[in-house]
């Protein structure tokens, strides 16, 4: 058993409870290896933005729990290194899908949990996150519960259409399992297709998608029944367009890929949306790096002349979406 506070680790309930008061959200950036892990630490680390790390199941799997746990107790140390003297650095399991996972995570030192029951009826989503927080929260760890589901994939729960959360609903979900925070669905959805285009209009100007507004009345409604509940958005990425570009015109296919407009998210940040998650964006920015650099340099095989600019890339995404989005920037000296 090792306790997150013994890595230098914190929770989310002061990160959250400022940012709903400072009407900012804090970034939360999925990460699978070390080049993402790094441009996360240098950009949070630079701007003094609280910051969550996610693991997903599938970064579980991809490049070991054991691993990825020490590595972010790294980056702790990494960001004082870096002149971060109080680094707030969370790390979160994303989408956890059962009690054991979550309670394996809590074990081996994470400071926060999500269970995701949303794809399981009402009493059944209740009963296993309340069970999630009975156990995390004898050791303080947090916990992110979720109702409503996004279209798109939401690990290996497939939803064919988004069914926004039911305000109705919310008071009783988290008052029954204890729950630190909500996840909500009112209209983003993962990846970097949240929108077919036949939901989305055509600027007539660029020729490009349009995609529909998110459901603020919905999250009004919920902002009403919870007042100054930390309230989470995933699914949350911009999908930038200078990326697609890049990645379409060195060799890539993203056709029609859109994702949500930054305006949006900075509208929700101001609410009591105090968590964003972002991934495909990151997922892009190295993507486009690394295909021009095997463009423009073809004979280049050391693979840090293009993880390098990848994770520079990436480091100036994350850094725009701190001080240009979300505004959590200074929020951590
Ligand atoms: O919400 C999903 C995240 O983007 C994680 O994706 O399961 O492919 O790691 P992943
Ligand atoms: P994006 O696919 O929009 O980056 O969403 C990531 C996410 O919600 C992780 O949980
Ligand atoms: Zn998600």
Redesign the pocket.
């Known amino acids: 058993m090792v306790n997150y506070k013994d890595l230098g680790l914190v929770n989310t309930k002061d990160m959250f409870a400022k940012a709903v008061k400072g009407g900012y959200a804090i970034p ?1 950036f ?1 990460f699978n290896n070390m080049e993402q892990l790094q441009a996360i630490i240098m950009a949070a680390a630079e701007t003094k933005s609280p910051v969550i790390l ?1 693991v ?1 199941k599938g970064a579980r799997n991809y490049a070991n729990q054991t691993l990825l746990r020490y590595m972010a107790e790294g980056a702790v140390a990494y960001a004082k290194e870096l002149g971060w003297e109080k680094p707030q650095i969370c790390l979160h399991l ?2 956890g899908d059962s009690f054991e996972l979550c309670k394996s995570c809590v074990d081996m030192g994470f400071s926060s949990v ?1 269970i995701d029951g949303s794809s399981l009826p009402y009493d059944e989503n209740v009963a296993l996150t309340k069970k999630v927080c009975d156990y995390a929260h004898q050791h303080d760890v947090t916990v992110e519960g979720e109702l409503g589901v ?1 279209a ?1 994939v ?1 690990d290996e729960v497939a939803s064919e259409e988004s069914h926004y959360t039911k305000p109705e609903e919310v008071i009783d979900f988290t008052s029954k399992t204890g729950v630190d925070s909500l996840a909500i669905s009112i209209g ?5 297709y ?1 929108f077919k285009p036949e939901q989305c209009t055509r600027d007539p100007k660029t020729g490009k998608l349009v995609p529909p507004p998110l459901a603020f009345d919905v999250l009004a409604e919920i902002e009403k029944k919870l007042p100054g509940f930390p309230i989470v ?5 911009s ?1 930038p367009q200078d990326e697609v570009d890049t990645i379409n015109k060195f060799g890539g296919k993203l056709p029609d890929a859109v ?2 407009p930054e305006e949006q998210l900075r509208q929700a940040a101001k609410s009591a949306v105090c968590k964003i ?7 892009l920015a190295m993507t486009a790096a690394i295909r021009q650099t095997f463009a423009e340099k073809p004979g280049e095989f050391d693979p840090r002349k293009y993880l390098g600019p990848a994770r520079d890339n990436m480091k100036k995404m994350y850094m725009h979406k701190i001080i240009n989005v979300l505004g959590s920037d200074g929020k951590a000296c």
């Open positions: 939360a999925n996610q997903s994303d989408h999500m996004l798109g939401e983003t959805s993962h990846g970097a949240k958005l995933h699914g949350s990425s999908v994702g949500i998650n972002i991934d495909s964006d990151s997922r």
